[in-house]
């Protein structure tokens, strides 16, 4: 397979000076590896937006270093964005030995379709968007394909242990974790408001209410009253 090629000259300028380049349309790169010490570099802007878009990270590239008779292999190790425009910043470039095995994020990319979430109960869950795997720096793939079309009944999973790659590639992740699922949503039910009264029911409600206290306290002082008088007769008896 044809790899992608970077062309990059060596970086002189550093620090807060890179500013300056950003504006000339160039960015500021990285390149490190293991044994080896960093190396700034510098590339044309619209190159490296082109090679970030169709490489992806894990992507071999061949670096050219203008001087240097031989290109060197690397991999997308870091990409630093402007949040607020999105613009590109800075890139960080891993030279990998291609003898040796790498560690990586790779991206689950999901195809098919799932009966069951395409039913008006089921919900598509997705727990993981990556898996962690190790290989040789050649073997890695840009994605991995997640068929999600055997979810075919509400709680299905799949899990990392359901996965068929490539013997070549090590799977670091443990195997019971839920990749994605289809669960069965719940709807629920608003509860039904009390009905208020209206403003003139309201008042009428409240006249009745004040009414019928000022009967049930009239009453009150009638028995106090009855009570007062049968203490008397009672002393006459006596």
């Known amino acids: 397979m044809k790899q992608d090629e970077l062309k990059a000259n060596t970086r002189v300028v550093t620090g807060k000076k890179v500013k300056a380049l950003r504006r000339e349309g160039v960015i500021p790169i990285n390149l490190y590896g293991p044994k080896m010490e960093s190396i ?40 630093q964005r402007d949040a607020l425009n999105g613009k590109l910043l800075h890139v960080d470039l891993f030279q990998v ?17 799932s009966a069951a979430a395409k039913s008006k109960r089921g919900m598509f869950i997705e727990n993981m968007s990556s898996l962690h795997i190790e290989a040789l720096p050649a073997d890695i793939p840009q994605h991995i394909e997640v068929d999600i079309s055997v979810l075919v009944e509400m709680g299905q999973a799949i899990h990392v242990r359901d996965l068929k790659l490539d013997s070549k590639l090590l799977v670091l992740n443990e195997p019971e974790q839920v990749i994605a699922k289809v669960m069965e949503a719940k709807i629920e039910v608003e509860p039904v408001a009390a009905a208020v009264p209206e403003e003139g029911e309201a008042a009428e409600g409240a006249e009745a209410a004040e009414g019928e206290a000022k009967k049930e306290g009239a009453a009150e002082p009638a028995k106090a009253e009855a009570k007062g008088k049968a203490k008397p007769e009672a002393e006459k008896k006596k």
């Open 40 to 79: 700034s570099l510098q590339a044309e802007t619209d190159v490296l937006r082109r090679l970030i878009n169709k490489s992806g990270r894990n992507a071999l590239i061949s670096l050219k270093i203008e001087g240097d008779k031989k290109a060197k292999q690397v991999i997308l190790r870091d990409v």
């Open 97 to 113: 030995d291609m003898s040796h095995k790498l560690r990586v994020d790779v991206p689950i990319q999901f195809v098919g379709e």
